[in-house]
């Protein structure tokens, strides 16, 4: 292979997929960004990311965005559920799913104390905050 081909990494890792959720929803400046290592309490993912947008907009812009990014790193959406309506949207990358809240559904719900016995990875590295 020539080394100046453009080659696309294809992350498959869930931990790292969860990291790179974490790094695309930053640079769109998503809100209260929390990743909790959910594995050893349930099947349904390896990986919760969860955070906040201001406004609807904002939640369809994050998960457009994400979306997008994940693809180009090889990692396809399985499912999406609310983007439309934007007050919470669910995206289901498989070994991590993704759950974008506004503020009123984010406070109501409180999926991190739901999950708080689950391990917090420290974004705060990943973010530079």
Excluded at 11 to 17: Q, S, Y
Excluded at 25 to 44: G, M
Excluded at 116 to 125: L, M, R
């Amino acid at each position: 292979m020539n080394e100046n081909e453009n080659t696309q990494v294809t992350l498959t890792d869930p931990r790292e997929i969860a990291i790179e959720a974490v790094k695309i929803l930053d640079s769109k400046k998503a809100q209260e960004i929390k990743c909790l290592r959910i594995d050893d309490k349930t099947v349904i993912a390896d990986y919760f990311v969860i955070c906040r947008g201001s406004s609807n907009t904002q939640i369809r812009a994050l998960a457009g965005e994400l979306e997008e990014k994940m693809r180009e790193k090889g990692v396809e959406l399985l499912r999406d559920e609310g983007t439309n309506e934007a007050i919470w949207a669910v995206l289901d990358f498989g070994s991590v799913i993704v759950h974008i809240f506004d503020r009123a559904s984010h406070d109501f719900y409180k999926l991190d104390k739901l999950w708080s016995d689950a391990e917090d990875i420290d974004v705060s590295e990943l973010i530079g905050k």
